[in-house]
């Protein structure tokens, strides 16, 4: 090979000595990223409602691949934008709070920004446009906020349960609901989050734009049509999944349908999703005609300078490596190394609560309520301790106490509200709103329900505390995670909840806020501190 030859192989690569413009983002990225990834895989990704982030972020990681070539020929000679400082500064913001509090959708969310912002400072706008999809796609893979799943799920899964329920009996199928607990035969199942809820729906239209950018129409109203009716078709693959588990369960046992052909039936979820897909998109051909419409026009500005050339390419690019190096080490300076439950003596509940006080005493005549497999595999997930008893007065009025301490109040073990897991169980939840209950001379706030199944009526007072706080909202609950990362701690919490059988809600409350009160007064300061925060 002659020397000419040589020169033009080797012209891609730097000088011996020289530093690669690209090597303090890399750095960066990896840096940031690489601990906050395997914690991701080896943890959240791990269950069984966030299996698909994997999935999805190797799908965008190919198809961001597939169109570097043409990122590369797009932007060839373009200029950076400016506007990629502030998104950075954004996203090492995100990534900052996200890493250091446990906030998942903060932590993983700035992955998407931060490769965006480097994209916009090296290569320009152009360069952004052409990888926009694999970018968009990554949205996907990010675990949502717990209380819009709670929001949300419930009432998917009860929608699919119903119509389960409805299907099979109309066949003439042996099944029964409670909830979103089904009664075939012999057999109860629990529809769970990752059968029928948001993850899922997720999941699935991520499956259908990922089809619609893989069959490229021209057509923009048949795209948007195909994602928006992707929606129900995610609803229709929920039911055939559920409805093909709960027949597995039936004909050839719990053990079948809970072991292998329980991952078949998510094959399932999948196949039949797909083919009503493919079956939409073939309908919607035969009514649409195709007419090119760009989903983006070229912008005219795009490659204008910015003064970012006086800003050399490598001082650019160290510069936001330095950026990215920051946020690390202010994450790992604050984030949480201790649990608060080990700063202080041990609460043992079944211990330090009575059998007896005041005019109350522990109902002989009523056992402990056994919960499911599946419902104790959920509570030991969250719960590391807990307490369920029934007291009586000398009137016969019954109060049903439930305590719950979890050392872990982060963003994946909180304390779930319990109106969310009444309604689960086939209850209706009416009445739902916030009070303040005096308790030994404290105002401490409290959520109050009435929760009816059939001529059960059961009116309900519960609390929170997180640390040395009660916390009522998503808010109130990032304020004092943070607040006690400040101090190297992570919070622990506990679930209060006090309930009783009477149609008369009113008279209930009352009764109830009696226990409480005389409840308290009977416990040691340090218990009684535990179970009301700061308000003791």
């Not at 480097?118 to 999809?133: K, S």
């Not at 989050?193 to 923009?220: I, K, M, P, Q």
């Not at 109060?399 to 719950?404: F, G, S, W």
Request: hydrophobic content about 50%; some cysteine; overall charge positive.
């Amino acid at each position: 090979m002659g020397s000419s030859a040589k020169s033009s192989a080797l012209a891609g690569w730097p000088r011996p000595g020289a530093i690669p413009t690209w090597a303090p983002l890399a750095l960066g990225l990896l840096l940031m990223y690489l601990p906050s990834f395997y914690d991701i895989f080896t943890g959240l990704w791990a269950t069984e409602e966030q299996a698909h982030g994997p999935i999805i972020l190797g799908i965008a990681l190919w198809l961001m691949y597939r169109g570097w070539p043409q990122m590369l020929a797009a932007s060839e000679g373009q200029p950076g934008s400016a506007l990629g400082w502030p998104l950075l500064l954004v996203s090492v913001c995100a990534y900052f709070l996200g890493r250091s509090q446990g906030i998942a959708i903060f932590e993983i969310g700035s992955f998407i920004t931060t490769v965006a912002s480097l994209l916009l400072l090296t290569r320009g706008r152009r360069a952004l446009r052409a990888l926009w999809f694999p970018l968009f796609f990554m949205l996907f893979m990010l675990p949502l906020p717990g209380s819009l799943v709670d929001a949300l799920t419930l009432p998917m899964k009860t929608a699919v349960s119903i119509v389960v329920e409805k299907v099979l009996y109309a066949v003439g199928y042996p099944i029964s609901r409670t909830g979103v607990i089904l009664q075939i035969g012999q057999y109860q199942l629990l529809v769970a989050d990752a059968c029928a809820g948001l993850h899922t729906l997720f999941t699935l239209e991520a499956l259908g734009l990922l089809y619609l950018n893989v069959v490229r129409h021209n057509s923009l109203f048949r795209n948007v049509a195909l994602a928006i009716l992707i929606v129900p078709i995610s609803f229709t693959s929920n039911v055939i999944r559920v409805m093909v588990l709960t027949l597995i369960t039936y004909h050839l046992g719990d053990a079948a349908g809970q072991g292998f052909l329980h991952g078949f039936a998510g094959m399932v979820l999948f196949v039949s999703a797909l083919l009503l897909i493919i079956a939409t998109d073939s309908l919607l051909r035969v009514r649409v005609s195709e007419t090119a419409l760009p989903l983006f026009a070229r912008d005219p500005a795009a490659g204008r300078d910015f003064g970012l050339q006086a800003f050399g390419p490598l001082r650019r690019t160290a510069v936001a490596g330095v950026l990215m190096a920051a946020a690390v080490g202010a994450t790992v300076a604050l984030k949480p190394q201790k649990m608060l439950a080990d700063s202080g003596p041990k609460v043992v509940l079944e211990n330090s609560v009575p059998l007896a006080f005041g005019d109350w005493k522990l109902d002989p005549d009523v056992g402990a309520m056994v919960p499911s497999e599946v419902q104790q595999e959920k509570i030991r997930l969250i719960y590391s301790q807990t307490l369920s008893r029934t007291y009586v007065n000398s009137r016969g009025e019954r109060i049903m106490l439930a305590i719950a301490y979890g050392s872990n109040q982060t963003q994946q073990l909180r304390a779930h509200r319990q109106e969310v897991c009444y309604t689960a169980q086939g209850f209706q939840v009416s009445a739902l709103h916030n009070e303040n209950l005096l308790v030994d001379g404290v105002e401490v706030p409290v959520t109050r329900m009435v929760a009816a199944n059939g001529a059960r009526v059961e009116p309900v007072t519960y609390w929170f505390t997180m640390g040395s706080s009660v916390v009522r909202s998503y808010l109130d609950r990032q304020l004092v995670q943070l607040k006690y990362a400040l101090s190297d701690f992570i919070p622990d919490g506990y679930l209060f909840r006090v309930s009783s059988i009477n149609p008369d809600a009113g008279a209930a409350y009352r009764t109830q806020a009696q226990f409480v009160d005389s409840l308290m007064k009977s416990l040691s300061p340090a218990v009684r501190a535990k179970l009301l925060g700061g308000q003791a």
